[in-house]
């Protein structure tokens, strides 16, 4: 069964930093592009950032380039987000989603459960 678990939200003051890890299993995790969503309350949920399947390419929201940075090891089946400088406005339920293009059908997505990250004094 395929599942994605994220870890290491937690509380961290203005200005700290959190790294974000999400351990995948159930599905070939080396051929899937990785990425990191938010919801905050009230808000819809946005694309944090994302990373090809080797690794070699990265993008990420306008809010938190320069901030945060992704990564992610084949071997081990995990993706992270190292989140520096955070702000009150990063506080948001974050998600790891895995992706799956396909040239003819819709694309195989997995979602992980969320990990809540609050950022504040």
């Known amino acids: 069964q395929e599942q994605l678990v994220e870890s290491g939200g937690g509380l961290v003051q203005p200005g700290g930093s959190l790294r974000l890890s999400c351990a995948a299993s159930?599905?070939?995790?080396?051929?899937?592009?990785m990425s990191w969503y938010r919801q905050a309350p009230g808000k819809e949920r946005e694309l944090v950032a994302r990373?090809?399947?080797?690794?070699?390419?990265?993008n990420y929201a306008d809010s938190v380039k320069g901030r945060f940075s992704i990564s992610r090891d084949n071997a081990k089946n995990a993706v992270y987000l190292q989140m520096n400088s955070l702000k009150p406005e990063d506080t948001a339920v974050y998600y790891c989603?895995?992706?799956?293009?396909?040239?003819?059908?819709?694309?195989?997505?997995?979602w992980g459960q969320g990990t809540q990250v609050t950022v504040s004094s």
């Open positions: 159930g599905f070939t995790f080396s051929i899937y592009a």
């Open positions: 990373i090809t399947s080797s690794g070699t390419s990265t």
């Open positions: 989603n895995a992706q799956l293009s396909r040239i003819i059908e819709p694309p195989i997505d997995y």
